[in-house]
């Protein structure tokens, strides 16, 4: 699916759970260093482990799952009548363990890994394009703390993403006003 029929499918399934809280949690997968196999053994072997990763996915998710590719690294999956972030990193690290860790191609391992963000409703009030921001902050943050890992989205990730952003707005203001001199 594209990124735009998986909101579309996802806020079905949040719409029909009217104000009850939605049991839906949305992971944001990105394939750790997906450029360094591409630089180094070319797109043809990337490309092999992203449709790897995708026909995997497809295959191992339980009933009633959405998936997407949305292009290069990156895919999502939001798994419908999750409990709760227990369940659902559970499920996550299930996927992770089956997709594994290599991909045999001709007699070369291609290792690789991936960053997982996972992300909840706390309303019924949400939207599906928020629970994939808030998916895509909690993957950004397995990235930086050194991937092939699994976040769960909290609130203080969401502040600390735009903390970022306005401390970089002031920083890029201060430099055109000549506030701050580099020497």
Do not use: C
């Given at each position: 699916l594209?990124?735009?029929?998986f909101?579309?499918r996802?806020q079905?399934?949040?719409?029909e759970?009217g104000e009850?809280?939605p049991?839906?949690?949305?992971?944001?997968?990105?394939i750790?260093d997906?450029?360094?196999?591409?630089?180094?053994?070319?797109?043809?072997?990337g490309?092999a482990v992203?449709?790897h990763?995708?026909?995997t996915l497809?295959?191992?998710?339980?009933?009633?799952?959405?998936a997407?590719y949305?292009?290069?690294?990156?895919?999502?999956?939001?798994?419908p009548?999750?409990?709760?972030?227990?369940?659902?990193?559970d499920v996550?690290k299930?996927?992770?363990?089956?997709?594994?860790?290599?991909?045999?191609?001709?007699?070369r391992?291609?290792?690789?890994?991936?960053?997982?963000?996972?992300?909840?409703?706390?309303?019924w009030?949400?939207?599906?394009?928020?629970l994939?921001?808030?998916a895509?902050?909690?993957?950004?943050?397995?990235?930086?703390?050194?991937g092939?890992?699994?976040?769960?989205?909290?609130?203080?990730?969401?502040d600390?993403?735009?903390?970022?952003?306005?401390?970089?707005?002031d920083?890029?203001?201060?430099?055109?006003?000549?506030?701050?001199?580099?020497?």
């Amino acid at each position: 699916l594209t990124r735009d029929r998986f909101v579309e499918r996802v806020q079905a399934r949040i719409a029909e759970f009217g104000e009850n809280a939605p049991k839906i949690a949305v992971l944001f997968f990105n394939i750790d260093d997906l450029h360094r196999i591409n630089n180094s053994l070319g797109y043809d072997v990337g490309d092999a482990v992203i449709r790897h990763y995708g026909q995997t996915l497809h295959a191992i998710l339980p009933a009633g799952s959405i998936a997407g590719y949305f292009g290069g690294d990156e895919f999502m999956v939001a798994l419908p009548e999750t409990s709760g972030y227990a369940e659902a990193i559970d499920v996550t690290k299930g996927i992770r363990s089956t997709l594994g860790d290599f991909l045999l191609i001709g007699n070369r391992k291609i290792w690789f890994s991936a960053s997982i963000g996972v992300a909840m409703p706390e309303t019924w009030q949400i939207t599906a394009r928020d629970l994939v921001r808030d998916a895509q902050i909690a993957m950004q943050k397995a990235k930086e703390s050194g991937g092939a890992s699994i976040v769960r989205f909290d609130a203080n990730l969401q502040d600390d993403a735009e903390r970022a952003l306005d401390l970089e707005a002031d920083i890029r203001r201060a430099l055109e006003s000549d506030e701050i001199n580099i020497n």
